[in-house]
């Protein structure tokens, strides 16, 4: 219990400022370098090309958890599957993930 606490305390959000006020302040942070424009264009190719590379079910699943932001216990009930099974399956599925990302990256060199 108070290893979940002291997490929570440690990895807290902290406060962004008001948003109400000054939003001019905030429009001015946002990056228009052509070199960040094309480093995010390029990871999201690469997302989309490794996500590709995956079977349907392990992308289906990582697409519902990290990119619909679905609950585990939201994509158990879609599946008809156990939460258990549910994480499981997704560390799996993060798992394999991670080495068609090495292999991916292996023949980029």
Not at 61 to 73: D, G, P
Request: aromatic share 8%; hydrophobic share 35%.
């Amino acid at each position: 219990m108070n290893v979940g606490l002291d997490f929570c305390k440690k990895h807290a959000r902290k406060p962004q400022g008001n948003l109400a006020g000054n939003s001019d302040d905030h429009l001015s942070k946002i990056s228009t370098d052509p070199t960040a424009e094309e480093a995010t264009r390029s990871a999201v190719e690469k997302s989309q090309y490794l996500l590709s590379q995956a079977s349907p079910e392990d992308r289906a699943l990582l697409t519902l958890l990290y990119l619909n932001e679905m609950s585990i216990a939201e994509v158990a009930e879609h599946f008809g599957w156990s939460q258990a099974n549910t994480k499981i399956k997704a560390y799996r599925a993060r798992k394999r993930l991670k080495l068609i990302l090495e292999n991916y990256e292996y023949r980029l060199d």
